[in-house]
């Protein structure tokens, strides 16, 4: 079925598909945090210093987001199978003493769960996500913008994993914008 060519297939998740439709949306993603002032941006990517930095290597997040007002953002994201959208308390769950361990550094520490379908569906916890762009300054315009490029980048990456069943993985770039 097209969910699980897309979404759901063990052989194409060990070949990383999957994992590079998910590191194309966090790419993107740290690309617009880049341009936020007066902050730090750890991201699990290549050319980002490491979220392991802060976190240590047991729990680490996607991206983490250091603030010079004392709050750091701990984003963790989910590109997949529709059925997986609604882990997010499992997710905070695992990353709670993380949180905890953060608040012996910053005053404030904000949880951000991504969730977001193999065909661009936000799970309801993923508004956690557009308001910490509004936390960062981001007007609505930019924030609605940056939505639909994720959106875009998940159809269009889910798109590439349909068309090249069947075939040997070449291990693409990233999907960039």
Not at 9 to 33: E, M, P, Q
């Amino acid at each position: 079925s097209l969910l699980h060519v897309v979404a759901g297939c063990k052989t194409y998740l060990n070949v990383g598909r999957f994992t590079w439709r998910h590191d194309s949306v966090l790419n993107f993603i740290a690309s617009i945090l880049k341009s936020v002032n007066h902050c730090n941006l750890y991201a699990d990517l290549p050319g980002y210093i490491s979220p392991s930095v802060i976190t240590g290597d047991e729990l680490r997040p996607d991206l983490l987001i250091t603030l010079e007002n004392k709050c750091i953002y701990i984003l963790e994201l989910t590109v997949g199978f529709e059925s997986n959208l609604t882990n997010a308390t499992r997710k905070r769950q695992k990353y709670q003493d993380l949180i905890n361990e953060q608040l012996k550094n910053y005053e404030k520490v904000k949880f951000v769960n991504l969730s977001i379908s193999s065909l661009g569906v936000f799970s309801h916890p993923s508004l956690d996500f557009t308001e910490m762009l509004k936390d960062l300054k981001f007007d609505e315009q930019c924030r609605k913008y940056y939505v639909r490029k994720i959106i875009n980048i998940c159809i269009r990456s889910s798109y590439y994993i349909f068309c090249k069943r069947n075939k040997e993985w070449d291990n693409p770039q990233l999907i960039s914008y």
